[in-house]
């Protein structure tokens, strides 16, 4: 049934003349319908944030009640007088709860009814009418038209009407961009396709780096410990070596090796593999065809994060994903027998007690294998130092 026709006949607002259209549209043999069709999956054009828009709705009304709803209590020769339009509410279809005017939206509904009534959005029975879509929008999103029309029969001379909510013609307003869902630069707020979809050529969720030329993209990469990154060859033929310098013929050292093996590459991309990293470390690979490493074709992964994990250094980082080497020894204080990191009584003590010492001396300042006068001067000669 195309009953709900009046769900869009009138489904753009009211207005008065100020943006015209035709009503010329060919409905064949049909005695009801409206253009653009939602129930043949149809719907507005889409409209771009910030430029002028312009969409046409037709509609047409029938001669009798019956042509719009069969289950309605009227003899099948009762005709439609008329069909007014009461009020449009445009429904976000992303929050159910925010719900706007056509004029929050930057657009203006226009009903034409080629004069036939002194109210522009009320349309008689048993004639085709327009209404048009202008402005410039102002806000992105994907919108729904709920509207409340009135139809009208004449009951022995007197007009009867009876309200009916409708909500079926889409509007979608955003900008141009990426629509496809696959595409690694989809733009859920595209309402055009420009053309500039990418696509992931190996399907997967993760860090894409490229082999391009004699290069990869993303040559220096720091990801999470557990991450997955894989290559994509846009031309040329080259591999993904992370385990022997090709140039030197000795291992990286790696903290596990890894490595994709030889593909020809396409301007479209093609997959060449991924790895997934879950041992943290500095990761070092090329591509060993030929001489693309020796033309810089070398790439480095951190994965997680590096520093100090010997917790008796003065720069231990309890954060370290792994050992990078940085670790700082705590220098001990010259002087400092006992280990406090200060040279105080608790130093001189000791030394005191083994002062005259010649043979297997524990206490011996400078080096010298005995315990005597000099061990002395150099401990007072820092005494009240704090490391």
């Known amino acids: 049934m195309k009953?709900?026709?009046?769900?869009?006949?009138?489904?753009?607002?009211?207005?008065?003349?100020?943006s015209q259209c035709v009503a010329d549209y060919d409905f064949g043999d049909d005695v009801i319908g409206i253009a653009p069709d939602p129930y043949q999956g149809e719907t507005f054009d889409p409209a771009i944030i910030g430029e002028p828009y312009l969409d046409v709705l037709?509609?047409?009304?029938?001669?009798?009640?019956?042509?719009?709803d069969p289950t309605l209590p009227f003899s099948p020769t009762t005709t439609l007088d008329s069909v007014q339009l009461i009020s449009m509410v445009m429904v976000d279809l992303d929050d159910s709860l925010s719900l706007y005017s056509p004029e929050d939206l930057g657009l203006i509904v226009t009903c034409y009814n080629n004069g036939d009534s002194g109210y522009p959005c009320t349309f008689l029975g048993n004639n085709q009418y327009c209404a048009t879509v202008t402005?410039?929008?102002?806000?992105?999103?994907?919108?729904?038209?709920?509207?409340?029309?009135?139809?009208?029969?004449?009951?022995?001379?007197?007009?009867?009407?009876?309200?009916?909510?409708?909500?079926?013609l889409i509007i979608n307003i955003g900008i141009e961009g990426c629509m496809d869902e696959d595409a690694v630069n989809y733009n859920p707020e595209a309402v055009i396709d420009d053309g500039s979809c990418?696509?992931?050529?190996?399907?997967?969720?993760?860090?894409?780096?490229?082999?391009?030329?004699?290069?990869?993209?993303d040559a220096d990469l720091i990801v999470n410990v557990g991450d997955l990154v894989y290559?994509?060859?846009?031309?040329?033929?080259?591999?993904?070596?992370?385990?022997?310098?090709s140039q030197t013929g000795l291992s990286f050292g790696n903290p596990e090796a890894?490595?994709?093996?030889?593909?020809?590459?396409?301007?479209?991309?093609?997959?060449?593999?991924?790895?997934?990293?879950?041992i943290p470390g500095v990761y070092t690979y090329d591509c060993s065809v030929g001489s693309h490493a020796a033309l810089g074709m070398v790439g480095t992964i951190t994965v997680g994060v590096g520093g100090c994990m010997d917790s008796s250094a003065s720069n231990y980082n309890s954060a370290a994903d792994y050992e990078d080497g940085s670790c700082e020894s705590v220098v001990a204080c010259f002087g400092d027998i006992d280990g406090d990191y200060s040279v105080a009584i608790p130093d001189l003590l000791p030394l005191l007690t083994a002062y005259g010492c010649v043979e297997?001396?524990?206490?011996?300042?400078?080096?010298?294998?005995?315990?005597?006068?000099?061990?002395?001067?150099?401990?007072?000669?820092?005494f009240g130092n704090i490391c």
């Open 3 to 18: 009953n709900i026709l009046l769900s869009g006949i009138i489904i753009l607002l009211c207005g008065s003349g100020y």
């Open 58 to 68: 037709h509609m047409l009304i029938p001669e009798f009640v019956l042509e719009v």
């Open 135 to 168: 402005g410039t929008p102002t806000t992105s999103g994907h919108f729904r038209a709920d509207i409340t029309i009135k139809g009208y029969v004449l009951v022995f001379g007197f007009p009867f009407g009876q309200e009916q909510l409708f909500g079926s």
């Open 198 to 217: 990418e696509f992931n050529a190996c399907n997967l969720d993760g860090i894409a780096v490229s082999a391009i030329s004699f290069e990869f993209t």
């Open 231 to 245: 290559w994509v060859n846009y031309g040329g033929t080259h591999d993904v070596n992370g385990d022997i310098d």
């Open 258 to 278: 890894f490595g994709m093996p030889t593909i020809s590459g396409s301007p479209d991309g093609v997959c060449m593999g991924s790895h997934t990293f879950t």
């Open 360 to 382: 297997g001396c524990s206490i011996d300042l400078n080096g010298d294998g005995l315990t005597t006068v000099i061990d002395l001067l150099a401990l007072l000669t820092v």
